[in-house]
């Protein structure tokens, strides 16, 4: 009788490990590409793990995720997706734009999919949102609303600011670019387009300031790296200032609005889980943002002795301290 037991046990035990064996060969392996440094990205990276949460998948159970990291180092980001397509990687989550576009240099047969990217029509990483062909889909942040809404926070802000300054970096989407100038000129007020592609770059920006009578920055969020120098020239030459994502607030900037960025990384996820599941890229439309994010620093706007109109507060999604 215990013979039989023992034996009993020991198949049970065989098809429990079995089953371990098989779930663990049939893991996901998803590629997971960013320009910033892990901790910078860390809200994003979460969100996108709870949107593969709710849908299923567990990492060390059903998926494994392959990270990579430039650590604000575009130049590096080619590499970083090479080694991912290296690691034969079932799909690839990669934003924003430059990482897509390294992600597409390494590889034309692996499915990719954008958390966001600025203007992937444009910018020809897809042939339209409605059938975005080839092995690129995910969501767009392009909403021409939001260069208006920036330029129209500035100038509640300050509203006597004929000039408005707009950092960004030379291989960012050209939407922005005018998108940005054009919501500038529907307000009467100049936006002047500055590339930074250095600190030098940054320095030389604000100490044109003067001369300029720049009222306000718009900055880029793929000047992220930049982000802590921008905002102490920012604070010293008392000159408000606006980004995205609400990081940038974090980070010592006076607003942010944008797309709910994290909200975009968890529908990441979905797009991530019917490409596992059998669909193709192509046959997926590119979606839009439905959700933004418009948050201000009470504690940097008193740094720059500004005083927050009404009409901004009550927009506003939070107003943190």
Known sequence: MLYRVLVCALVVLASLRAGEAQETAKSARIGYLSPLSAD?????????????RALGYLEGRNVVIEARYADGRPDVLVGLAADLVRLKVDVIVAAPTPAVRAARQATSTIPIV???????????????????????????????????????????????????THLIDPDSVKATVTETEAA?????????????????DVQDAFATKAGANIGGVIVSLSL??????????ALKHR???VSGPWEFVRAGGLMA??????????????FVDKILKGAKPADLPVEQPTKFDFVISGKTAKALGLIVPPSLLVQASRVVE
Request: hydrophobic share 35%.
């Open 184 to 200: 500038g000129r529907s307000l009467g007020v100049r936006v002047i387009t500055t590339y930074i592609r250095s600190s030098r």
């Open 224 to 233: 992220q790296p930049y982000w802590s120098q921008i905002v102490d020239l």
């Open 114 to 164: 954008m958390a966001f990217s600025g203007d992937p029509v444009g910018d020809g990483l897809v042939a339209s949102l409605a059938r975005p062909g080839g092995n690129i889909t995910g969501c767009s942040a392009t909403v021409p609303e939001v260069a208006v809404k920036r330029v129209e926070f500035l100038r509640a802000i300050v509203p006597k600011a004929t000039r408005l």
């Open 257 to 270: 609005y944008g797309p709910d960025y994290p909200e975009l990384f968890r529908r990441s996820a979905t």
């Open 40 to 52: 910078g990205d860390s809200v994003n990276r979460e969100a996108f793990r709870e949107g593969l």
């Open 239 to 241: 000159v408000p200032s």
